[in-house]
């Protein structure tokens, strides 16, 4: 017998740590207990935080891996430990997170016997994932992992999945660890021909109303600085999406606002009135495009987009340009002339001071009594730094943060955009933080969504992580209310919620806390929250039926956007 | 204007690889109308033949979402006129139906008899659908017991060959 050989387990870490993974996001169970065994000797290698449900280790791990532009690891066991991990899946797929998942597996032999804690993950995970395997066999663990990462952070990044038989963790193999670089039948880099970007240039040099659409591409393509330089160069005004927010500042002076649903009046308006639309790195989501058969149809489109599944899937490119946009932007610079679009962007800031005067004022400097999410916002500028990470979860208070939060750099906005996962927030800040200590991490949510995952707060108090936890508390599910009184003839049906006292909660979990529900106590509660060094949970009592606005009902074109 | 599309792909041989392209067209509600696969001329290499009714822009979506699987090489997308292709048909007729009719149909047909069990015949025919659909309309005057039909054998006819793929 060779003793250099060293169990499946053990080969499980050591390839994560090769893959110089810093953190393990779990949660133990029967069938991984081998790999936890195993961890027990590399713990002065690789981290391991202990989540208290695995939906909450698959969202730190997608926090942590928006944030750091790295991979995201989280494990879990068989079973109910495995199909808890599906929701994040599904998630960062959709927003096209890198992460690499393992799961324990049953014996092998067992497979397909309705096993204790046995489920079929890789069917249930495959429309979850960007790719799955089933490993049985010692051998194939590393390679399996190594081919793993090499998908989930290469071309579109996304999820994947390694279901590791208990029998493969505990036998004996050997552990040589070789990166996957290439894959034959995965192309991740489309190459980009030089007759495309001629094509989309002289397009652009002789529009007169140019627009730009930012999306996550330029983020996960690390194209920012090419995409301030593109829109230095040619004066084009641009809007992000969602999750593009922050990859350009919002103080460039051609940054001109947000699209969708509840994003800003003029850009989404004018997206109807511009002769050449540049989209880069965005998917033309329904909630970004509206009615697409009234989207845009009087402009040529540009699309630079690196997965060519994206290309026509919405909206027709008149230029598809496929390929990395980073190297897109940087031929594209030097074939554009150099231009201003003053009267155009003018067009823009007409409609801006419109939006401002109806709904801004309105939301963060109010005068009504009852508090306002958009005020707090507002507070939490004031104090923030300017490369605070913003972290949200889904509905009235995801929409108003974004909308008034002051983005000054990239990797600076974490939330669920495509699947709009409630639940999302609390251990995806967890994840953002664990990054980075150093770094403000304000994890603004709601009170229905912070109730999904509420047990984090445990995994927050044992890492210490210094979460800044802001409770916008308006005892509604406040975006379903929205629209039941908007469309649904103010039938509140399963909306208002009986909350617990969150605050107790809270200091239960060993968190400093404050509590408000009077304007003239905030910016100090805010300024407070700031100064503290730890976890720290501010609720805020809001304005119990508030809506947010603008907004484009479904079904309407984006120049339909109301104000009120 | 929906019309039938038959797209090949060419796949590594990883489990899991049926389930992942059946899924693309099950999310999006579209029937398969045929499906086959078989190992290609390269060794290891998988080919699958899958047919489909609807419009070219919902083929070229459902081609690119299959090429974006991993472990999918190439999915091409062809319409009738482009591919050579041949599907075979059984027909399960009772001993007792056979009689000099029968003989005729077989020989119109160009089918044979490709088995003679204790009580029934098995009748075998090549050809597109519509032939081995007419054949069955005929047969049904012999009591036909059993009939099953194979999913679509295609080769295309444009000269791109998947090396260059590779």
Known sequence: ?564 | MKRRYTISVFTENFIGILSRITLIFTRRGINIDGFTASESREEGIYRITIEVNTTEAQVIQLSRQIEKIIDVIKAFYYVDDEMVFQEIALYKIPIESIDAGLEVVIRQYNAKIISAEKGFVVIEMTGHKKDTQDLLEVLKDFNVLEFVRSGRVAVAKPMVSIDKYL
């Open chain 1, 1 to 564: 017998m060779n003793d250099s050989k060293i169990r499946g387990a053990e080969i499980v870490i050591k390839s994560l740590v090769a893959e110089n993974a810093k953190f393990i996001f779990g949660y133990p169970g029967g069938a991984i207990m081998p790999v936890y065994d195993a961890l027990y000797d590399y713990m002065d290698q690789i981290q391991h935080i202990l989540t208290r449900h695995e939906q909450g280790a698959i969202h730190a791990a997608q926090g942590y891996a928006r944030v750091s532009g790295k991979v995201g690891v989280c494990i879990a066991t068989s079973g109910p430990g495995a199909t808890n991990l599906i929701t994040g899946m599904a998630d960062a797929l959709i927003d096209s997170t890198p992460l690499v998942c393992i799961t324990g597996q049953v014996l092998s032999q067992l497979l397909g016997t309705d096993a204790f804690q046995e489920t079929d993950v890789v069917g249930i995970s495959m429309p979850a994932t960007k790719w799955n395997i089933q490993v049985r066999r010692v051998e194939d663990i590393a390679p399996a992992i190594a081919k793993g990462f090499h998908i989930a952070r290469s071309g579109r990044p996304g999820p994947v999945l390694i279901d590791i038989t208990k029998d493969a963790q505990v036998a004996l193999g050997d552990f040589n660890y070789v990166p996957c670089l290439n894959i034959r039948s995965y192309r991740p880099y489309p190459k980009v021909p030089d007759s495309v970007i001629d094509e989309a240039a002289a397009l652009i040099n002789k529009a007169k109303r140019p627009y730009l659409l930012y999306g996550q591409g330029v983020v996960l393509g690390k194209a920012e600085s090419q995409l301030k330089a593109f829109l230095d160069k040619t004066g084009i005004p641009a809007a992000c999406t969602l999750l593009g927010t922050g990859a350009l500042s919002e103080d460039h002076p051609n940054y001109v606002g947000k699209l969708g649903m509840h994003g800003n009046y003029a850009p989404n308006l004018l997206t109807n009135k511009c002769d050449v639309l540049i989209s880069i790195g965005m998917r033309f989501d329904d909630r970004v495009t509206g009615d697409v058969k009234r989207y845009a149809k009087q402009a040529k489109v540009i699309h630079l987009e690196l997965d060519p599944a994206e290309i026509d899937k919405i909206v027709k490119a008149d230029v598809p340009v496929l390929g990395d946009c980073k190297v897109s932007l940087e031929k594209l610079i030097e074939k554009v002339e150099k231009k201003e679009h003053p009267e155009w962007i003018k067009q823009f800031r007409v409609l801006e001071a419109e939006e401002k005067r109806v709904v801004v004022g309105n939301d963060i400097s109010p005068t009504k009594i009852g508090l306002t999410m958009g005020e707090v916002i507002r507070h939490i500028n004031e104090f923030k730094a300017d490369d605070a990470i913003l972290v949200t979860d889904v509905g009235q208070h995801q929409m108003v943060a974004w909308r008034y939060f002051n983005y000054k750099t990239t990797r600076t906005q974490v939330t669920s955009g495509g699947l709009g996962t409630m639940g999302f927030a609390l251990p995806a800040a967890l994840g953002a933080q664990l990054h980075d200590y150093n770094r403000e991490v304000i994890c603004v949510v709601g009170d229905g969504g912070i109730q999904m995952t509420i047990q984090e707060l445990g995994t927050i108090m044992q890492t210490k992580a210094p979460v800044k936890v802001v409770l916008l508390n308006n005892n509604f599910l406040g975006m379903v209310r929205q629209w039941q009184q908007l469309f649904f003839d103010k039938r509140y049906s399963f909306t208002e919620l009986d909350n617990p006292d969150f605050i107790k909660i809270a200091e239960g979990y060993n968190f400093k806390v404050q509590k408000v529900d009077e304007r003239t106590d905030l910016r100090q509660a805010v300024a407070e929250m700031f100064v503290h060094d730890g976890p720290y949970f501010l609720e805020v009592k809001v304005e119990k039926e508030d809506n947010v606005f603008p907004m484009i009902a479904t079904g309407s074109s984006v120049e339909e956007i109301r104000l009120k």
